[in-house]
């Protein structure tokens, strides 16, 4: 299994947030498919301000090329992703048309 986690931002209106918030709550069963059929074994997404972060754990062979090649060919997950567009805005720091942004792993607790 690995772990991941990237970083996102929300446009800074709360009532944008809250919007956002409730579509997570509800979620639509054809992106959590789409997020199970691509490898993705657990996710879970934090948010503080407008600042998220995502923490996902995947199956060993998950790759993020072969998921952006099934989420491309499913309209479903074109329409969830233009939808969230309206809440998202990038990291300042991220390449144009990037979303979600990889963090880097900087310490770890083994006991």
Not at 1 to 13: E, H, N, P, S, T
Not at 35 to 59: C, H, K, P, Q, W
Not at 83 to 96: C, D, I
């Amino acid at each position: 299994m690995k772990r991941y986690c990237l970083a996102l931002d929300l446009v800074d209106d709360e009532k944008l947030i809250a919007e956002y918030e409730a579509y997570h709550v509800k979620g639509w069963p054809e992106i959590k498919s789409s997020i199970t059929d691509s490898g993705i074994l657990d996710m879970e997404i934090y948010r503080v301000s407008n600042r998220l972060f995502m923490i996902m754990e995947t199956e060993d062979d998950f790759s993020f090329e072969n998921k952006a090649l099934m989420d491309a060919s499913n309209p479903k997950v074109q329409e969830w992703e233009t939808l969230m567009w309206n809440y998202q805005q990038a990291l300042p720091f991220a390449k144009p048309g990037e979303k979600w942004v990889l963090m880097k792993k900087i310490f770890e607790l083994n006991g």
